[in-house]
């Protein structure tokens, strides 16, 4: 009788367990550190590198010569290792993870706080800093706390125009910024089958912004087909009775469009609360909301139309990219008036293609409005994409409107 | 181990952006991140910082895994950090860059000393003695060690 964590781990919560990792990535940030440690340690030993990845995401193409500089070290370490190996244009680390590599019941872990998001597969997935990622890198290993466990019973339906976002966004206001720290959220009851694979990513990555490991669903028919898609063969994860640490439920009928409002998400306020508010910058994209699913429900409500003012967006990565082209949401994305950039994190840690003047003020489907995130001064605000979408055909934040 | 130094002060859920900003990440030069600590806070904390031991709010570390923030806190001479609860990767991060974190809620006083002793387990301010929880044998190993690289190092 375990929670999904305590049976994927194999101990029980509280216990600190060793455990082989299935898959473990970092990126070009968190990559340059990982590969310093690990040179310190002083090995030339590379455990199994078919379970290790390098993916080139968070500011590609480089912004100046000193990022440049550093990529070009890495790309060079990645490429003689024989890692798997994305580079610049190919998208998100946790996106692509999500492309049909994490698997149900595996162990994964990212040198990046949002790994968490891989929850959504059934799988444990969570952060860990580059020094811990080199001892990974030595060895294929690493140790566990296995956590608690908050179940989150979810049940009946979406109504309105409210999606994931605002449901997650909720969720982090009922739970708070340390809500959850130590521990991990599952996602369960009634209300998981009509959620969509986008819609349980949304949710199990913005789970680190309650402090959590990370959040999981457990693998059902939805994860079956869409990992069929990639050509993965997995059975669905049966739940069996175990107890958590703390429930929450939600209805999901009676979520309302929301934003999280600076500097905190677990601020957060009904749209229409703050409707009004006049805004610089609108976002759409990162790990938390730039999947074909969200340009596509972006474009629906912009289409024919003309954006208000500088709309950003960013697909979460070439797969991405490449739908939105073939279905010709692209175009209508463009005609609207917005400005597409190259697939990865685009100006979501404040670093380039959309950096954010003092003063000026961001709608961002993101996950983190942190103070000076985006750039010094900058303010935040974090929504859903249909939020988005109507903000940025006002100039100012909006109430969206029902598009289903 | 023990330590023990001046109390810095600092508010609840500091997240690593304020510890160090994204725009000072893309270097490998540990002064950089040394010279910007904390800055978005309180641009007058790093001069401070020096064989002190911050004393912090709940849940300091949030936010992003970036490593940088608990390098930038050792480097700048900081004996220890002091909260009720850390977020668990920059927990992580710190006992694997060698940096003590205490698990304590502690009324703090700026400048007050501050003394610990991790393999007693305990904590003093003001004059009062708190026992704090035990780190893991494991996590023991890795800070006693200077950190998770010199750690594996032994281990080679
Ligand atoms: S999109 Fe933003 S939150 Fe996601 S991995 Fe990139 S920088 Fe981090």
Redesign the interface.
Known sequence: MATLSERILGGNAGEYVDRKVDRAYVHDGTGVLTLEAWKRIGSDRLTDTTRLSMLFDHIVPANNSTTATLQHELREFARGSFMHFTDVGCGICHQIMSEGVVLPGEVVVGADSHSCTLGAFGAFSTGVGATDMAGIWLTGETWFRVPETIGIHLSGSFTGAAEAKDLALTCVSRLGMDGATYKALEFIGSGVAGLSMDDRLVLSNLSVETGAKTGLFYADDVTVQYLARSGQVVQPQVPEPCTYVEELSIDLSEIVPVVAVPHRVDTVKPVREIAGLPVDQVFVGTCTNGRYSDLARFARIVKGKSVAVRTIVVPASKAVLAEAIRTGVLTDLVDAGCTIGTPGCGPCLGAHMGVLGEGEVCLSTANRNFKNRMGVGGIIYLGSVATAAASALEGEITEPEVCR | MKGKGPAVCVGP?I?T??VI???Y????DHSVWVEHVFE?LDPSLAPLLKGSVIVAG??FG???????A?VAIREAGVVAVVAP?????FF??AI??GLPLIECDLTCTEGCLVAFDLTEGWVEAEGKKHTIHPL?P?MQAILSAG???EY??NK?
């Not at chain 2, 990440?25 to 490998?28: D, V």
């Not at chain 2, 609860?85 to 990767?89: E, K, T, V």
């Open positions: 859920d997240d952006d304020l900003a994204g725009r990440l893309r270097t490998k978005d709940k849940n949030c936010g992003s895994s970036r490593e940088q608990a609860s850390f977020a668990r990767i992580r991060n694997n860059v893991s494991r950190g998770l690289v594996w190092r080679r």
